[in-house]
């Protein structure tokens, strides 16, 4: 059997009505006879034990002929997400990069990653950005990177050398240029990307500062 788990997540889209990704996993027979008792198994949801069990499957029987396919979809919370990331990335390249959220949206999830669902992160190997900001100083109380740094940063042994903040009270133009230098110079190496974005999404869909009818 051949089996993939896509996608391979780094964006993830908060809500106020709930903060969940999907992992979904295609299991495949690619040979030439029927393969019986069929099963995935996921210790991150275990739920997905049996085709008959799983959150979202397509599956008669739990035979599954040549050529065809199996659909799992496997829910997991923005918190779990963010750890299971955050060890990967350290695992492959011995550091985590993550593209923080602003507004309200966040919050909760920055709080609950402070207490015990952020334990298991190695904060000290974390390079923290943004992914947008109001033209306002750091300790203004609309500041992105202030709401962060109060319900999560102070309360991590994160590294404050290693959090990239956008100077948004330089204004517009100036900021994105200083932010864009500071991207350049920190992300580096021969794979220099995030490894997690996290992005509030409002009622009206608008995500990152960017909204709908307003370039």
Known sequence: LKVVKSPSTQSVYLTGSGSTANYTY?????????????????????????????????APTSTLAPGDSWSYTCPI?????FGETAR???????????????GSTPRELYRRLAGDLGRDVSWPTALVYFGDERC???????????????????????RL??????????GFGTAADVYEQ??????????????????????DGHTASL???AP
Do not use: Q, W
Not at 77 to 81: E, P, R, V
Not at 88 to 102: D, H, N, P, S, T
Not at 161 to 170: A, H, L, S, T, Y
């Open 26 to 58: 295609v299991v495949t027979n690619p040979g030439t006879t029927p393969v019986s008792n069929v099963a995935l198994a996921d210790d991150k949801c275990p739920s997905v034990s049996a085709p008959d069990k799983a959150g979202d499957v397509v």
């Open 161 to 170: 050398n290693r959090v990239f903040r956008i100077p948004g009270e330089f």
């Open 88 to 102: 990967a990335a350290i695992a492959a390249r011995g550091v985590f990069r993550v593209c923080l959220a602003g």
């Open 182 to 203: 500071t991207l350049r110079e920190t992300l580096v190496g021969p794979d220099p990307r995030f490894d997690l974005v996290l992005l509030g999404l409002g009622a």
């Open 211 to 213: 909204f709908p009818h």
């Open 77 to 81: 919370t923005a918190a779990a997400l």
């Open 136 to 158: 306002v100083p750091p300790d203004h109380p609309d500041s992105n990177y202030g709401m962060a740094r109060a319900a999560m940063l102070d309360r991590v042994p994160v």
